[in-house]
Nanobody, 125 residues
Framework: QVQLVESGGGLVQAGGSLRLSCAAS????????VGWFRQAPGKEREFVAG????????YYADSVAGRFTISRDNAKNTVYLQMNSLKPEDPAVYYC??????????????????WGQGTQVTVSS
């Protein structure tokens, strides 16, 4: 069983940066692949980024590649999402999610067993 808690959301101006954190419970967090998803009002949840259990492989949606960076610190049971050059289309509730073992398809939400409660990101223009 893994519990996930996101933090770091908030209000930022367009072009600014935020770093989201996903803190996990449990001693075997290094066995889990983790993804970040986001959902804006009236839109479907979409994949943002994913990282393999030991961080060797990282995946990004085309819309955030080059601006967002996913990383993890397994000693701290935490995954990060560094978001730079935020755009007006980035506001959403951001969720982290975890699945045991390696990815089959990082962008497929049903593959993840555990989800956090989400953190709101707002971008002002």
């Amino acid at each position: 069983q893994v519990q996930l808690v996101e933090s770091g959301g908030g209000l930022v101006q367009a072009g600014g940066s935020l770093r989201l954190s996903c803190a996990a419970s449990g001693r075997t967090f290094s066995m889990y692949a983790v993804g970040w998803f986001r959902q804006a009002p009236g839109k479907e949840r979409e994949f943002v980024a994913g990282i393999s259990p030991y961080g060797a492989n990282k995946y990004y949606a085309d819309s955030v590649a080059g601006r967002f960076t996913i990383s993890r610190d397994n000693a701290k049971n935490t995954v990060y999402l560094q978001m730079n050059s935020l755009k007006p289309e980035d506001p959403a509730v951001y969720y982290c999610a975890a699945r045991l073992g390696r990815f089959i398809e990082p962008s497929r939400a049903p593959d993840y067993s555990y989800w956090g409660q989400g953190t709101q990101v707002t971008v002002s223009s």
